[in-house]
């Protein structure tokens, strides 16, 4: 089973890599459109914003726990299954926060988007070098 979970890590490993990426390649016009696109289908379904930082946190949070799964399952060294999961609670916090600012401001700070690119800029670091941990 340990290479299968293995080779589905791997795989999952770069696409959170190249998705972490295009994150960090994304310029603020972008990310403040997206807001504002988000802002819109807020308003269109009369979401409330207990509703929405719920939904982000169980959707982030599932993905988050089936990364760190694969990673815990890989037969990788207790310390960066701790390693992952502690970045991962770090890029939740952030994801929130960011929500929050977006859903009570109304656009996105200067501040949020560079703390954001840079936390996707480590995702995409820890996806390769976890990948590359693996393929060694």
């Known amino acids: 089973m340990s290479d299968y979970v293995v080779k589905i890590a791997l795989v999952a490993s770069i696409v959170l890599m190249g998705y972490n990426i295009s994150e960090f390649a994304a310029s603020f016009k972008t990310v403040s459109e997206k807001a504002g696109e988000f802002l819109n289908l807020v308003k269109a379904n009369a979401a409330t914003d207990s509703d ?10 599932l993905l988050s726990m089936g990364y760190v799964a694969l990673v815990y399952f890989s037969d990788v060294v207790a310390w960066i299954v701790i390693l992952v999961v502690v ?13 929050i600012q977006v859903l009570r401001d109304g656009t996105l700070s200067k501040k949020n988007y560079l703390v954001s690119k840079f936390d996707a800029l480590f995702n995409a670091v820890m996806g390769f070098a976890f990948a590359v941990i693996l393929v060694l």
């Open 52 to 61: 929405l930082r719920r939904s982000n946190l169980f959707l982030s949070c």
């Open 87 to 99: 970045k991962l609670l770090f890029t939740l916090f952030i994801s929130d926060k960011l929500l």
